[in-house]
């Protein structure tokens, strides 16, 4: 099992900019058929995939919101995965959350999916004023 542990979130004003970082424990988690990514739920929502990242050849999903505003990225010597916010909206406003898949089945089509992933952190908040 890896243990992902999320940091970085905070309050900011519409128009600004966060980087969440998540961070990964296990030697396990460098497979180069791993999808990772992050995922956010605001209250009263389902949880919503927001963008992935293949392991393997660094292949990027985004969910239509955030296209052009977020980038996932990934440090592979850290064990480190990112997401770039910038112009935030206050819809945007939710608990993010890292998430990893340890199948070896890669990103795909259904990439969004949370059920597609079987590791999880316990989340960092972002808060969007407007």
């Known amino acids: 099992q890896v243990q992902l542990v999320e940091s970085g979130g905070g309050s900011v004003q519409a128009g600004g900019s966060l980087r969440l970082s998540c961070s990964a424990s296990?030697?396990?988690?460098?497979?180069?058929?791993?999808?990772r990514g992050w995922f956010r739920q605001a209250p009263g929502k389902e949880r919503e995939g927001v963008a992935s990242i293949y392991f393997g050849g660094g292949a990027t999903y985004y969910t239509d919101s955030v296209k052009g505003r977020f980038t996932i990225s990934q440090d592979n010597a850290k064990n480190t995965l990112y997401l770039q916010m910038n112009s935030l909206k206050h819809e945007d406003t939710a608990m993010y959350y890292c998430?990893?898949?340890?199948?070896?089945?890669?990103?795909?089509?259904?990439?969004?999916?949370?059920?597609?992933?079987?590791?999880w952190g316990q989340g960092t908040q972002v808060t969007v004023s407007s």
């Open positions: 296990a030697s396990g988690y460098t497979r180069r058929n791993l999808c």
């Open positions: 998430a990893a898949d340890l199948s070896g089945l890669g990103c795909g089509s259904v990439w969004f999916r949370p059920g597609r992933y079987n590791s």
